[in-house]
């Protein structure tokens, strides 16, 4: 399980419809990273971050993958229901 800033988080390895926003080096709780927030290409809201850099070795295997607050995502197909 994963936290983000608004709760429990999901952390994957493809994200699609989603744009990256700039590089920021940001200090969390499992260390420093370098990030860029990920955005909905649609509505351009704010869904999480994709991590582009760990500096701790431990914390590697993030570097490529994407955290989405679950808090953020909406199902946009069940509209067309």
């Known amino acids: 399980l994963y936290t983000g800033q608004y709760g429990r988080a999901y952390l994957l390895e493809e994200v699609s419809n989603v744009r990256a926003g700039e590089v920021d080096k940001r200090n969390m709780t ?3 990273h370098i990030v860029r ?6 509505c351009n809201r704010y869904l999480g971050w994709t991590y582009v850099k760990a500096f701790s070795e431990d914390q590697k295997f993030k570097e490529g993958k994407f955290i989405l607050e679950k808090e ?5 197909s069940r509209e067309w229901d």
């Open 30 to 32: 499992t260390g420093v």
């Open 37 to 42: 927030d990920i955005m909905c290409m649609e």
């Open 72 to 76: 953020l995502i909406c199902d946009r």
